[in-house]
């Protein structure tokens, strides 16, 4: 079956560390570029950081550049996101998705998504 | 204030056809492809089109996009109870490098 599933989610104070991790399954992970974007709540999405398939290549929103790291296992099939100093605008569902492209080319179009995970930053 | 300016609601009844705007500027729609992605209420997005006017398999041709311009639109025929629901435009922008997403068009069938 062809999915994602995120995890790490939780509660967690201002200025604390989080990791989260999306796990892929039912296809080749390693072929494709992966890509993470938020929602707070009631809001509209919001694109976070995008790493190449093999890796090599990372970019991020202006709002997370230096706070947030995007990697990847693809030896586990997995995707992680290290987001440290959180605030209270972090709070948000973190979805993983797919980018549509494989390979040295990014397509900026997400076509599987993860159910996504609640992180909530509160004291 | 989100870059790409959608209309916060629209709605219609069953068997109408509607459509959602997504204005944007020339470093984002007048440049790139435009892609519309689908959230049901309590769900993640799903992607409905892509390259401004492609429809993924599984999605019905009621859908359909297109661009003109700094604009685009997402046209949906046929309406039915179940099309109830968000619906984002999104586009890489080239002054900001990465992509940018639509406020959301909350969509409601009367």
């Known amino acids: 079956q062809v999915q994602l599933v995120e995890s790490g989610g939780g509660v967690v104070q201002p200025g604390r560390s989080l990791r989260l991790s999306c796990a892929a399954s039912?296809?080749?992970?390693?072929?494709?570029?992966m890509h993470w974007v938020r929602q707070a709540p009631g809001k509209g999405l919001e694109w976070v950081a995008l790493?190449?398939?093999?890796?090599?290549?990372?970019n991020y929103a202006d709002s997370v550049k230096g706070q947030f790291t995007i990697s990847r296992d693809n030896s586990k099939n997995t995707l992680y996101l290290q987001m440290n100093s959180l605030r209270s605008e972090d709070t948000a569902v973190y979805y993983c998705?797919?980018?549509?492209?494989?390979?040295?080319?990014?397509?900026?179009?997400?076509?599987?998504w993860g159910r996504g995970t609640l992180v909530r930053i509160s004291s | 204030q989100s870059v790409l300016t959608q209309p916060p609601s629209a709605s219609g009844t069953p068997g109408q056809r509607v459509t959602i705007s997504c204005s944007g500027s020339?470093?984002?729609?007048?440049?790139?492809?435009v892609n519309w992605y689908q959230q049901l209420p309590g769900t993640a997005p799903k992607l409905l089109i892509y390259?401004?006017?492609q429809r993924p398999s599984g999605v019905p041709d009621r859908f359909s996009g297109s661009k003109s311009g700094t604009s685009a639109s997402l046209a949906i025929s046929g309406l039915q109870s179940e099309d109830e629901a968000d619906y984002y435009c999104?586009?890489?922008?080239?002054?900001?490098?990465?992509?940018?997403f639509g406020g959301g068009t909350k969509l409601t069938v009367l």
């Open positions: 020339s470093s984002n729609i007048g440049s790139n492809a």
């Open positions: 999104a586009a890489f922008d080239d002054s900001l490098n990465g992509p940018e």
């Open positions: 998705a797919r980018d549509v492209s494989m390979g040295p080319y990014i397509r900026w179009s997400f076509d599987l």
């Open positions: 039912g296809f080749s992970f390693k072929s494709y570029n």
């Open positions: 790493i190449w398939y093999d890796g090599t290549n990372r």
């Open positions: 390259y401004t006017n």
